[in-house]
């Protein structure tokens, strides 16, 4: 019976363990975006933590067995309280001012590192009661081990990806991994002791007092109950907030504006476009409207507020579409709160079935991946429009030398790449290359300059020559982009900026 509590008590901590550390990098978005670097920072620092923890813990199982049992106890609730407290931790570090590469890395050090640390001390004790508890047969005792350890980390990638995430959200999913540590204090407290004659009295070393196992489950319920959710929406892949500002209703994904329409009044179903809220969309659509005929089909990588797509098909009623929005969350988000953008899905939309061409309405919305989607598709476009992002930078995979190689096949006319960099960063730089090695005519041009140094750097790239929109509505300039190395699937964009 030992040898299998010890045993179970090792696979849930691992899987805790990677629950929290896949949540980590979730929650990360929208405070500092998802990119390879903050998946890197997140994944060192909590395996750093796991091996400290259990560094400590090898020390902690050579203790008399009464103290060590204490000590792993006091690690368990501390875990519980510490796991409750992240999202706290990263909001306290954004209001202390935490920005840029180095904000992210000391952010996600002090919100993750602790409770890792603290979830892999008991294991090294577990693992020593487990060997313990079949004398003569330490090696396979060893390898269920190690084998428990590796089964709950498969079972905790499987439980925060497929379940937890997109079921209950990042903040709920923390107080869920608090709990489950403090419900492991019962089977360490009722593990069976060998007769080691422990010189140590029966009541030494049994870990915190009652009173404070007790406060600590108070506090990781109340986290879970009355904590703010980190997310207004949340499924696996976007983290959404719909903000009323003024007369203009705005979508946040991981952060960042995502989309935005005037609160009053639709457009009615008169035919007229819809007004565009964000200076970049009515830069592209400028660009747009002077560009394509009147009966244009048009390729939309990153459906987003859906305001680019129904302001053509309201201006051109020949006109047809295709937008592919990875996460069908955007879509019922904007549908139930971007009144004109739902008018134009509800009026013209329909579900594409995604390679082939569709009869049916003039919107299709497929919801894929625009890589994958690209990849499969036979439909021909007379132009398309690059404006998908994960948290505030476009995927990588989206704007490497192959992905545009396949638009150029598909695309007869222009492309229009948005993206958020800083002037002539190295994100506009790649791409840069990239259309400039597969179109005679490129031009760029960015828009004003936030606090954070980033701006909004729109791309055109055609076969023929570009007509210059004019003035048009904002402050949009030629941006002079210098020589870089073209971005690939081999080695492409990393987050850097």
């Given at each position: 019976m030992r040898f299998w509590i010890a045993i179970g008590l090792i696979l849930v901590l691992s899987a805790i363990g990677l629950t929290y550390e896949i949540a980590a990098g979730r929650v990360l978005a929208p405070f500092f975006g998802t990119s390879l670097l903050t998946w890197t920072v997140v994944i060192a620092t909590v395996l750093a933590g796991f091996s400290l923890g259990s560094a400590l813990g090898g020390f902690v199982a050579e203790r008399p067995r009464r103290t060590a049992i204490g000590t792993v106890r006091s690690a368990l609730v501390a875990t519980g309280v510490l796991m409750a407290l992240s999202p706290a931790a990263l909001g306290l570090m954004e209001s202390w001012g935490a920005r840029g590469t180095g904000g992210m890395i000391a952010s996600v050090i002090?919100?993750?590192?602790?409770?890792?640390?603290?979830?892999?001390?008991?294991?090294?004790?577990?693992?020593?009661?487990?060997?313990?508890?079949?004398?003569?047969?330490?090696?396979?005792?060893?390898?269920?081990?190690?084998?428990?350890?590796?089964?709950?980390?498969?079972?905790?990638?499987?439980?925060?990806?497929?379940?937890?995430?997109?079921?209950?959200?990042?903040?709920?999913?923390?107080t869920a991994c608090g709990a489950a540590a403090l419900l492991c204090l019962i089977f360490v407290r009722n593990l069976p002791l060998p007769d080691d004659k422990d010189p140590v009295a029966p009541n030494a070393g049994s870990g915190p007092p009652t009173g404070i196992v007790v406060s600590a489950a108070c506090f990781v319920g109340l986290a879970g109950i009355a904590g703010d959710p980190v997310c207004e929406y949340e499924s696996g892949l976007s983290c959404l907030r719909v903000v009323e500002d003024g007369d203009t209703v705005y979508l946040y994904s991981d952060g960042i504006a995502q989309a935005a329409e005037p609160i009053a009044g639709t457009d009615g179903g008169t035919g007229t476009a819809p007004e565009l809220a964000l200076p970049y969309t009515r830069r592209i659509w400028a660009r747009m409207?002077?560009?394509?005929?009147?009966?244009?089909?048009?390729?939309?990588?990153?459906?987003?507020?859906?305001?680019?797509?129904?302001?053509?098909?309201?201006?051109?009623?020949?006109?047809?579409?295709?937008?592919?929005e990875i996460d069908p969350l955007v879509t019922e988000v904007v549908q139930e709160?971007?009144?004109?953008?739902?008018?134009?899905?509800?009026?013209?939309?329909?579900?594409?079935?995604?390679?082939?061409?569709?009869?049916?309405?003039r919107l299709g919305i497929v919801h894929a991946d625009g890589r994958v989607y690209l990849n499969r598709t036979s439909r021909r476009f007379d132009a398309a429009v690059v404006d998908a992002f994960s948290s505030n930078s476009v995927p990588a995979h989206l704007v490497t030398r192959e992905t545009f190689e396949r638009l150029r096949e598909i695309v007869d006319g222009p492309v229009y790449v948005n993206l958020i960099d800083r002037p002539d960063g190295s994100l506009v730089r790649g791409v840069h290359a990239v259309l400039e090695s597969l179109y005679p005519h490129v031009e760029v041009e960015q828009g004003e300059v936030g606090p954070n140094g980033l701006t909004n750097i729109l791309i055109a790239a055609s076969r023929e020559a570009l007509v210059e929109p004019g003035g048009g509505p904002d402050d949009y300039e030629p941006a002079r982009i210098s020589p870089a190395r073209a971005f690939t699937d081999d080695r492409g964009w990393v987050g850097l900026r």
């Open positions: 002090v919100a993750f590192f602790p409770a890792s640390v603290c979830v892999s001390i008991p294991s090294p004790f577990l693992a020593k009661a487990a060997i313990e508890a079949r004398p003569g047969r330490e090696g396979s005792s060893l390898g269920v081990v190690l084998a428990a350890g590796s089964v709950g980390a498969i079972l905790g990638a499987i439980l925060a990806g497929f379940l937890a995430l997109p079921l209950i959200g990042s903040a709920a999913t923390f409207n002077r560009d394509l005929d009147r009966a244009p089909t048009v390729l939309f990588i990153g459906g987003g507020g859906y305001s680019l797509p129904a302001s053509l098909l309201a201006s051109r009623p020949a006109a047809r579409a295709v937008a592919v709160n971007l009144p004109r953008a739902a008018a134009a899905i509800e009026r013209t939309g329909y579900v594409a079935s995604g390679a082939s061409s569709d009869t049916e309405g």
